[in-house]
């Protein structure tokens, strides 16, 4: 049953955005967008990177000030000109990247700028016993002395929930809230958020992983290029027109991978054990020209076994043997000399340097090789940076743009441009698509499919089961450290995965 404002409720939407404009130097960000929000509803907000998403929740929630329209809260125009008004208003946004001091306590923390004082202290009590109510309304079961640095990802965005719970907050905004987490995590925040709903309080809900939206939301609003693109009740939510409202064109071949035939053995792996999984070997072959996914649940070992092959995390034993050459790699350095290359799961803490420019980021990976008698070749730098901005087709404003500006799936291109400069023979891919929207996802299997024509070995490692079937020509699967089978073409289908991923066995090998 549809939890969204009953048809029968008269009253006026809990939150309502009526013909909203914003524009930036260059950049229409919005145009007459409308949105209405019931209350005791989840609204999914979806749309590409650059859709104008974060704009109209920064506009929301007091961040920033909209040039044009109006914003109305049960039914009264009001103006939205600070957070502090948006929070006096009930709204609270919940940022992809947690906004808490990881020094504090998590009481502190829920506190934060409202501490309650007596006799011109800070009553440390209050706030223990205030705070513990909140954390145990989103199902946290933590001492609220705990400092925050030392909770996972997914006990920190409770927190943050708890936190604007304590604002008395009536409307939740959570951009991206699964980005970071793992399933289980996921699963509590999404029993939380449904019993906020069942408690009256209202969630706009922005993610890219459509399955999670068709999961939870009552409704969801699409944004195109800074317009509405439409809109879909509870029981009219499916991928696929989720997707071509998005987009705007039906997406029939999404994945662009054509299977063909793949060269000389690229990248071998023999009895390779890590230190996340000593009791495992991992034994598998890529060959020239091959798209092989590294499929499993969430702790299975998958992003602990392309490290350990990078040399990011030494090896506790084994052989890897690159075009059919023993290769001792302990580090990066002696990786990438070798001809692999990685992007990692986390691009910002790993991937790039955020205040570089876009230039610089794309001449890291080369820097040792790009040098005139100690200096850096400019010239060079130069040349990569245009031919890598063009063939990615890297939306930037120029090469000298701090590469934090970008949108995730530009921020993804660099990553992926800065390692195709050296022309490596085995690319290892940790979550290639994570947090980023359908059409820079399309522009990421197509350079993985023209990479693999050209003789590139690509590894990738993905958590989206459509991915792996669709991007893959043979899939392996990992279980608590071990590889469980290895699926071909043919055989690749969720059921064949999920088997595999916990533990069970390939059908036709059972003893």
């Given amino acids: 049953m549809q939890n969204s404002e009953s048809s029968l409720d008269l009253r006026p939407p809990l939150l309502e955005v009526r013909a909203v404009g914003k524009r930036f130097p260059g950049v229409r960000a919005l145009h007459e967008v409308d949105l209405r929000l019931g209350r005791g509803e989840v609204l999914a907000v979806i749309g590409e990177n650059g859709a104008g998403k974060s704009t109209l929740m920064k506009i929301l929630?007091?961040?920033?000030?909209?040039?044009?329209?109006?914003?109305?809260?049960?039914?009264?125009?009001?103006?939205?000109?600070?957070?502090?008004?948006?929070?006096?208003?009930?709204?609270?946004?919940?940022?992809?990247?947690?906004?808490?001091?990881?020094?504090?306590?998590a009481g502190a923390n829920?506190?934060?700028?409202?501490?309650?004082?007596?006799?011109?202290?800070?009553?440390?009590?209050?706030?223990?016993?205030?705070?513990?109510?909140?954390?145990?309304?989103?199902?946290?079961?933590?001492?609220?002395?705990?400092v925050v640095g030392n909770l996972s990802?997914?006990?920190?965005?409770?927190?943050?929930?708890?936190?604007?719970?304590s604002i008395d907050a009536r409307v939740l905004i959570m951009d991206e809230p699964t980005s970071s987490l793992s399933r289980k995590e996921a699963e509590n925040l999404f029993a939380v958020i449904r019993d906020l709903r069942s408690r009256g309080v209202s969630v706009i809900y922005i993610s890219h992983r459509l399955g999670e939206v068709k999961e939870l939301a009552d409704r969801v609003a699409v944004l195109r290029d800074g317009e509405n693109a439409g809109e879909l009740g509870r029981e009219e939510i499916e991928h696929d027109r989720m997707v071509t409202m998005m987009v705007?064109?039906?997406?029939?071949?999404?994945?662009?991978?054509?299977?063909?035939?793949?060269?000389?053995?690229?990248?071998?792996?023999?009895?390779?054990?890590?230190?996340?999984?000593?009791?495992?070997?991992?034994?598998?072959?890529?060959?020239?020209?091959?798209?092989?996914?590294?499929?499993?649940?969430?702790?299975?070992?998958?992003?602990e076994a392309v490290r350990t092959i990078f040399?990011?995390?030494?090896?506790?034993?084994?052989?890897?043997?690159?075009?059919?050459?023993?290769?001792?790699?302990?580090?990066?350095?002696?990786?990438?000399?070798?001809?692999?290359a990685l992007a990692p799961e986390d691009r910002k803490q790993q991937g790039l340097i955020l205040d570089?420019?876009?230039?610089?980021?794309?001449?890291?990976?080369?820097?040792?090789?790009?040098?005139?008698?100690?200096?850096?070749?400019?010239?060079?730098?130069?040349?990569?940076?245009?031919?890598?901005?063009?063939?990615?087709?890297?939306?930037?404003?120029?090469?000298?743009?701090?590469?934090?500006?970008?949108?995730?799936?530009?921020?993804?291109?660099?990553?992926?441009?800065?390692?195709?400069?050296?022309?490596?023979?085995?690319?290892?891919?940790?979550?290639?698509?994570?947090?980023?929207?359908?059409?820079?996802?399309?522009?990421?299997?197509?350079?993985?499919?023209?990479l693999a024509r050209e003789g590139m070995a690509i590894l990738f490692v993905s958590s989206e089961m459509e991915e792996i079937l669709g991007m893959s020509d043979r899939a392996l699967v990992m279980h608590e450290g071990r590889l469980t089978g290895e699926l071909g073409r043919s055989e690749l289908g969720e059921e064949a995965v999920m088997r595999l991923a916990t533990g069970g066995e390939k059908r036709g090998e059972a003893a």
């Fill in 110 to 146: 829920i506190f934060l700028g409202r501490e309650p004082r007596k006799f011109g202290v800070i009553d440390e009590r209050v706030i223990s016993r205030e705070s513990k109510r909140f954390l145990d309304r989103v199902g946290l079961e933590i001492d609220p002395g705990e």
């Fill in 356 to 450: 570089m420019a876009v230039r610089e980021n794309l001449s890291l990976a080369s820097l040792r090789r790009d040098q005139r008698r100690g200096f850096l070749d400019l010239k060079k730098e130069s040349e990569i940076s245009a031919e890598t901005i063009g063939k990615l087709r890297v939306k930037t404003p120029g090469d000298r743009q701090a590469v934090r500006y970008l949108s995730g799936g530009n921020q993804q291109k660099v990553v992926l441009g800065k390692w195709l400069a050296l022309r490596p023979k085995v690319l290892l891919l940790d979550e290639p698509t994570r947090g980023i929207d359908i059409g820079a996802k399309r522009e990421i299997y197509a350079l993985m499919e023209e």
């Fill in 153 to 165: 990802i997914g006990r920190q965005q409770m927190v943050e929930i708890a936190k604007a719970l």
């Fill in 61 to 105: 929630a007091g961040v920033q000030l909209p040039d044009s329209g109006e914003i109305l809260v049960d039914g009264e125009p009001v103006a939205m000109d600070s957070v502090q008004t948006a929070m006096r208003l009930g709204i609270a946004l919940i940022h992809q990247e947690l906004n808490l001091a990881t020094n504090l306590s």
């Fill in 248 to 303: 705007g064109r039906d997406l029939s071949r999404f994945y662009p991978h054509e299977p063909h035939a793949p060269g000389e053995v690229a990248l071998e792996v023999r009895d390779l054990r890590t230190p996340a999984h000593p009791a495992h070997t991992l034994n598998f072959s890529i060959r020239a020209g091959e798209i092989v996914g590294l499929a499993g649940l969430v702790g299975a070992g998958r992003t």
């Fill in 311 to 340: 040399g990011a995390t030494p090896a506790l034993g084994g052989e890897i043997r690159i075009g059919g050459e023993t290769r001792a790699i302990r580090t990066p350095r002696e990786a990438i000399q070798a001809g692999l």
